[in-house]
């Protein structure tokens, strides 16, 4: 039973510290997607990537974040320096291009104090 | 621009009663439809999904929705909710050209009542 997987699944951190979240995408998947999770905006896209290139990260704040796949087994996902508005749970998503079905990791929770 | 909206937020039902959950989109081109859900605590996890024949779609545990196009719907409907469908509820689109990116609904949340 494939599945997206994410590490790690609980992070607790200093405001100001470096933040790195990791997923790895189902085998042969060759569209990443991060989102954002919080009780006020909601599931909000961060960025997407297919085929490991970056197609669309407008919904990402790029002065402190930043996505990368480095190889198609691993997307990683940045935040430097981190603020306590950063907690929100970040899920991350595989799928097919044209438009198949996303599936998605169980989610870093992130808290920044 | 692309949008999605689920005009309710919260819903609260009583064990066996009919659920429907609106969803509307804007866009002009064709596009792929999907429900998710996410149980507590738990990740977002396909419930059915739309891309072309039918309009009236049946997913997992008795969920069905139903795409009108001249509405740009596609309501989520159940005849008889269970305690256990307690989770929130996503409708999302995607356009079947160009990027391909996915858009989600804010999401509406069903509580359940034993």
């Known amino acids: 039973d494939a599945r997206v997987t994410q590490t790690p699944r609980h992070k607790v951190t200093e405001m100001g510290q470096e933040v790195t979240m990791r997923c790895q995408p189902i085998?042969?998947?060759?569209?990443v997607f991060w989102y954002r999770q919080t009780m006020m905006q909601g599931l909000e896209l961060l960025a997407y990537?297919?085929?490991?290139?970056?197609?669309?990260d407008s919904g990402m704040p790029k002065d402190r974040f930043s996505a990368e796949m480095p190889d198609a087994t691993l997307a990683t996902l940045k935040i430097q320096p981190s603020e306590p508005r950063d907690s929100a749970v970040y899920f991350c998503?595989?799928?097919?291009?044209?438009?198949?079905?996303?599936?998605f990791g169980p989610g870093t929770r992130l808290t920044v104090l | 621009a692309q949008s999605v909206s689920q005009h309710n937020h919260h819903v609260i039902l009583s064990e066996a009663a009919s659920l429907e959950l609106g969803c509307n989109y804007s866009?002009?081109?064709?596009?792929?439809l999907f429900w998710y859900v996410q149980y507590p605590g738990q990740h977002l996890q396909l419930l059915l999904k739309?891309?072309?024949?039918?309009?009236l779609v049946k997913g997992i545990k008795g969920f069905e929705a139903e795409f009108i196009k001249s509405k740009f719907s596609f309501n989520l409907r159940k005849p008889s909710v269970q305690w256990s469908d307690t989770a929130e509820y996503f409708c999302?689109?995607?356009?079947?050209?160009?990027?391909?990116?996915?858009?989600f609904g804010t999401g509406t949340r069903l509580k359940v009542l034993a």
């Open positions: 999302a689109v995607n356009a079947r050209t160009g990027t391909y990116k996915y858009i």
């Open positions: 990537f297919r085929n490991r290139a970056p197609l669309d």
């Open positions: 866009y002009g081109g064709t596009v792929n």
């Open positions: 085998l042969g998947h060759n569209t």
């Open positions: 998503a595989s799928g097919l291009v044209r438009a198949d079905t996303q599936y």
């Open positions: 739309y891309f072309s024949g039918d309009p």
